[in-house]
């Protein structure tokens, strides 16, 4: 069975501080994807990255990076010199390959506040 | 629109009663999906449409849910002799299929949900 984790229930940080945000997972695959989502207040879910289990190695865009470690069964997401509109709940998710059927399992999120 | 469209989005019933929830995916997007988030929750997978089957339907919680989807377009979610603990908000999303090409993954793309309160 697949597993999300997202330890950090909420988190709160001060405008323009660096903050990241943890995930672990658990699957029985060889072949997976990792994803991140933001759900801002507004309730829509944005996608944000997709990342394959063959592929280890990190990603930035813009204030985003991402650091994905098989060994630890981490994929972790760090938002640089954060802004007042990365306020969200983020959520980390994991699919299977199925022939076609890429369910998504999601962690719990992790509601990330910064403060002006 | 471009984007996966939901109706209503807000819909509030009294216990027992039957409601319809409605999703309108991307067009071109032959995978489906229907998710619940329950208040401060995750997204729990729900059913999962490809074209117009339904080959996994093991997230749903009970026989008073069922879902169809018609012309690989528009899916409805139907829940039966609602209960409180079915207040949730219902999320579709839709995906183009890779089918067995790993290296073509798509992101699924979701809709805003229909809350959904049961009184």
């Known amino acids: 069975a697949q597993k999300v984790t997202q330890a950090q229930t909420e988190i709160s940080v001060v405008e323009k501080e660096d903050v990241t945000l943890d995930c672990v997972y658990e699957?029985?695959?060889?072949?997976?994807?990792l994803f991140w989502y933001k759900q801002p207040p507004s309730g829509e879910l944005v996608f944000l990255i997709r990342?394959?289990?063959?592929?280890?190695q990190n990603e930035i865009s813009g204030r985003y990076s991402w650091n994905f470690q098989k060994s630890t069964s981490s994929f972790n997401f760090t938002i640089t010199a954060s802004q007042v509109v990365d306020s969200a709940v983020y959520f980390c998710?994991?699919?299977?390959?199925?022939?076609?059927?890429?369910?998504?399992?999601f962690g719990t999120g992790t509601r990330l506040t910064i403060i002006p | 629109g471009a984007g996966v469209s939901q109706s209503p989005s807000n819909k509030v019933t009294e216990k027992g009663k039957d409601v319809e929830l409605r999703c309108d995916p991307i067009?071109?997007?032959?995978?489906l999906y229907w998710y619940r988030q329950r208040l401060g929750q995750g997204l729990e997978f729900l059913i999962y449409?490809?074209?117009?089957?339904?080959?996994?339907k093991s997230g749903l919680p009970s026989d008073r849910f069922s879902a169809e989807r018609t012309g690989e377009s528009v899916s409805t979610l139907t829940i039966q002799r609602t209960q409180q603990e079915d207040s949730a908000v219902y999320l579709c999303?839709?995906?183009?299929?890779?089918?067995?090409?790993?290296?073509?993954?798509?992101?699924?793309?979701f809709g805003d949900g229909t809350r959904l309160s049961i009184l």
């Open positions: 067009s071109g997007h032959t995978a």
């Open positions: 699957t029985r695959d060889t072949t997976y994807y």
């Open positions: 990342r394959n289990s063959f592929d280890e």
């Open positions: 998710a994991l699919s299977e390959v199925n022939f076609g059927n890429e369910k998504l399992t």
């Open positions: 449409f490809q074209g117009n089957s339904a080959p996994d």
């Open positions: 999303a839709s995906s183009l299929d890779p089918g067995r090409n790993f290296a073509k993954n798509q992101p699924q793309h």
